[in-house]
């Protein structure tokens, strides 16, 4: 799923090529992208864009007097850039946003259509669809560890949980967690200070950091290679490769969708977590540190 960095990425690209332009026309592709009733499509076509935002892990645009265009992309939605009158892609199309200066087409390239579109009419009713989470890089400290504490959930799920800290999902929070040296699973409500003050500025190091990798991937070009799985990230997606900081291998945990990679030298005082399926599988024979890994 596409996360704060990779939504900045897209929204500055965005801001350079749509706003100041008319938005002409929505062609919609799938019947099931459209969430929301009013305003209609026709209310919102040929409106001059005046501005974008991110909302979470939402991407906005503003139209002319007071409307709202919201993207989710979700897991496997993407955007692409063409020239003016694309075709939407039969197999993956969502959308077309046909601007005075081009096309821009909503793909998803999975089954489950879970990437969604909205429009919505005034600031209220934008507001609506804000989980209610702090962005990390537009606090300070103190805001940082009250919200962090008043979570009764893991570091893992508590940076991930939109409703608390808006942005961070799943492939970052993996990033972050390592080079804080923090175990997923520790409970943020047990964080003590210290922990929390590096917690903090890992968060807005790697965040900030990851932005300017991926403004240098796209250069001038709309990034077109959106992904969780980077070569440079240090964690996720990085099972069983050497933990760049002590070089121990990557562990992880998979659960439903999701998958937390972390190091267990760094991270958890050397001891490997359990995951749920695996070792219920292999029972005694399941490693409890990472020596005896490392000993195979």
Known sequence: MPELPDLTVYLEHLERRVVGERLLDIRLASPFVLRSVTPSVEDVRDRLVTGTRRVAKQLVLALEPDLFVVVHLMISGR??????????????????????????????????????????????????LDPGGLEVLHIDLPTFLARLRASRHTLKRTLTDQRIFAGIGNAYSDEILLYAGLSP????????????????????????????????????????????????????????????VCGAPIQRIVHAENESNYCARCQTGGRVLADRSLSRLLKDTWPKRIEELEGH
């Open 79 to 128: 955007l692409r850039w063409y020239e003016r009158g694309r075709a939407v892609p039969k197999r993956a199309g969502l959308a077309a946003f046909d601007f005075s200066s081009g096309t821009l087409i909503f793909t998803e390239a999975s089954k489950k259509k879970r990437a969604s579109l909205r429009l919505v009419r005034g600031e209220g009713a934008l507001g609506e």
């Open 185 to 244: 699973f520790k409970r943020a409500r047990d964080v003590n200070d210290a922990e929390g003050e590096r917690l903090f500025e890992t968060c807005r190091e790697t965040l900030t950091r990851w932005v300017n990798i991926l403004r240098g991937k796209s250069g001038e070009a709309f990034p077109d290679k959106v992904t969780a799985f980077h070569d440079e990230m240090a964690a996720h997606g990085k099972y069983r490769q050497p933990c760049p």
